[in-house]
């Protein structure tokens, strides 16, 4: 299989979510430049994503959005969900938990949360299993967990990140604004950084403007 770009794997999970959408609403077809205005692309860049999964589209056509979802899904491995956590069950912890698990996921499923407070896991009221932190590693290996969200306060993320890098997870999702470096190779690490995103906003709505 012809590797692909970090770049192309990030448009096209995005493609993923619209084109699921999109299915529901009964929709069937769709052509790259209405894929490209879902995603502040042009059409040439959808094709040449589109074109890593063997489909050759020429401007003008639509795509059989099933046939699309299935390459999607035969080529980034969205055909089983995979396993995620939560470390740190605080205000932000426990609102992501109550979020994903009020929404069906075909590409993931939380099973497990952690927190280092014992207290504030007697209290939380959810259908998944709750452990105390030091049990991180043990608990992430035993559930074959792949996929770990951090919530924790930045002094803990490093720590956090490492047990779950010790219990054998592949992506890190960091919320935290510490910067986390993966304890072994092989452990891809995300961060969710709002004021950088806002920032990336202001600056493309400030070049848009002095470029009209």
């Given at each position: ?14 493609v ?124 992430v ?70 470029n009209?």
């Amino acid at each position: 299989m012809k590797k692909i770009p970090f770049p192309v794997i990030q448009r096209l999970s995005y493609v993923f979510e619209i084109i699921n959408k999109l299915e529901e609403n009964g929709i069937g077809k769709i052509s790259s430049s209405e894929l490209g205005g879902y995603l502040g692309q042009t059409a040439h860049t959808i094709r040449k994503d589109i074109h890593f999964l063997g489909i050759a589209g020429t401007p003008g056509t639509k795509y059989e959005i099933a046939d699309l979802r299935r390459l999607l899904i035969d080529h980034l491995g969205f055909g089983e969900p995979k396993r995620c956590c939560i470390v740190g069950l605080g205000r932000l912890g426990e609102a992501l938990l109550e979020q994903l698990l009020a929404i069906p996921q075909d590409a993931f499923a939380v099973v497990a949360g952690f927190d280092s407070n014992i207290n504030r896991l007697e209290t939380i009221r959810t259908s998944i299993e709750l452990f105390p932190a030091y049990r991180i590693e043990k608990t992430v290996r035993k559930l074959q967990i792949e996929l770990a969200l951090i919530a924790v306060l930045p002094q803990q993320a490093q720590e956090a990140a490492d047990r779950c890098c010790d219990g054998g997870v592949r992506g890190i999702l960091n919320f935290t604004p510490a910067v986390i470096k993966p304890k072994r190779k092989g452990v891809f690490v995300r961060a969710v950084d709002v004021s950088g995103e806002l920032r990336i906003l202001a600056a493309l709505a400030y070049t848009s403007t002095a470029n009209e």
